[in-house]
Structure formats: C-alpha cells, structure tokens
T-cell receptor, first 113, second 116 residues
Framework: KQEVTQIPAALSVPEGENLVLNCSFT??????LQWFRQDPGKGLTSLLL?????REQTSGRLNASLDKSSGRSTLYIAASQPGDSATYLC????????????FGKGTSLLVTP | NAGVTQTPKFRILKIGQSMTLQCTQD?????MYWYRQDPGMGLKLIYY???????DKGEVPNGYNVSRSTTEDFPLRLELAAPSQTSVYFC???????????????FGPGTRLTVL
C-alpha cells in the first residue's frame, strides 16, 4: 500500500525567505504527483502536477521536483509571503483505484510579516 | 464552468439517520472520486467511478454507497450515520485525455458533516 509522508509537519518562517517542503512515497510506480494548497476550512487548490516522466514543474514562485526512483518530491517556494500561509498537501496517483490520489498529512506553513 | 460543486456545505445528522451528499461536475470528466478528510489527516478514498454506470470501492467504503447514472453526477449515500463518519467530504473529478493519459484532479469545496 502506498504511504506518503510529508516533512516537516509544520513550519514557520519570516516573510521573504525561500523554503522547501518535502514529500516522500514508498512505491515508486506512480502515475503522477500533485501538490495542493488548502486554506483553513476550505477545499483543495491544485498548485502543480508532475507526470511520472517529468523531473519538475514551475508556476510563478513555486517549483516542484520529482525523483521517482528515490520516492521523493520537493516543493520550493521562493520569496515567501504572508498570503502563502496554508497547509500544503502532496499526493501521488497510481494505476490502482482509478488513478485515485494517495495523500500525505500535509505541511502547515505560517509566513510571518 | 462551475467546476465541481457539492451540496450541502454543512450538515448535522443524528446517529442512525441517512443522507445523500451531492456532487456535480460540468467538465465532462470521466473519472470521479469521493474522499474524506479527518482532522490532521490526509484525505482517504471512499469510492471512485471511471464512467457512468461503473463504480468501485476505495480504502474506506464501509457505511457508504454511491451511484453514477450520468457523467455529471456522483452522489454519496450515508446509511445509518455513525459518529465515526464525522468528517469533511470532498468530491473530485479528472479527465481522461487519451488512452492511458490522465490529468490532474479538480476538487469541490467540500461538505462538513457532523454526526451526533
């Protein structure tokens, strides 16, 4: 069974810092990997999708990398802002269960002014 | 496009009651999913559907049922509600772009359910 782990569970940084969120998964036979943002009491917003054949994806200040062979992904946030404060979820899909996502528990990020 | 919509947003049930959580997507996506999220935990798959008329169980299906009579709708039925079903429920959909090519999942805003 796929297990997804996110480290750290919580992170507090001052505004302007660059930061890295980590995600690891136990079964490297994934189809794709998605990073989501979740604000308190809200739904999930998709940030980046990396197909298994890709190494990284970028969107604005966000960059996600994927090393499938080692079972790792990182989400890099450049020049963090207070508006980036949220929980970030990593999820991987495989061909089982209709390509459903297996989620980590998330990293809760607080960016202080 | 409205994307993925869910109703209701909030609901309180008494133990033993039943209800249906509604999910509709207007993107003509083949794949649809129901997840639940408990506090401090990742989302867990309840049921999924690969197309109209086809559904299958996920990791935590006990106490739930689904149907998929149309491409757009994927309702989740709770029978005999229990306190353990207190959770936030998310519906999601994903397009099949080509044989063996699937894209990202899009999520609805969720339904917050409390069973007392």
């Amino acid at each position: 069974k796929q297990e997804v782990t996110q480290i750290p569970a919580a992170l507090s940084v001052p505004e302007g810092e660059n930061l890295v969120l980590n995600c690891s998964f136990t079964d490297s036979a994934i189809y794709n990997l998605q990073w989501f943002r979740q604000d308190p009491g809200k739904g999930l917003t998709s940030l980046l999708l990396i197909q298994s054949s890709q190494r990284e994806q970028t969107s604005g200040r966000l960059n996600a990398s994927l090393d499938k062979s080692s079972g790792r992904s990182t989400l890099y946030i450049a020049a963090s802002q207070p508006g980036d404060s949220a929980t970030y979820l990593c999820a991987v899909s495989d061909r089982d269960s209709g390509y459903a996502l297996n989620f980590g528990k998330g990293t809760s990020l607080l960016v202080t002014p | 496009n409205a994307g993925v919509t869910q109703t209701p947003k909030f609901r309180i049930l008494k133990i033993g009651q039943s209800m249906t959580l509604q999910c509709t997507q207007d993107m003509n996506h083949n794949y649809m999913y129901w997840y639940r999220q408990d506090p401090g935990m990742g989302l867990k798959l309840i049921y999924y559907s690969v197309g109209a008329g086809i559904t299958d169980k996920g990791e935590v299906p006990n106490g739930y049922n689904v149907s998929r009579s149309t491409t757009e709708d994927f309702p989740l039925r709770l029978e005999l509600a229990a306190p353990s079903q207190t959770s936030v429920y998310f519906c999601a959909s994903s397009p099949r772009l080509a044989p063996d090519v699937y894209n990202e999942q899009f999520f609805g805003p969720g339904t917050r359910l409390t069973v007392l």
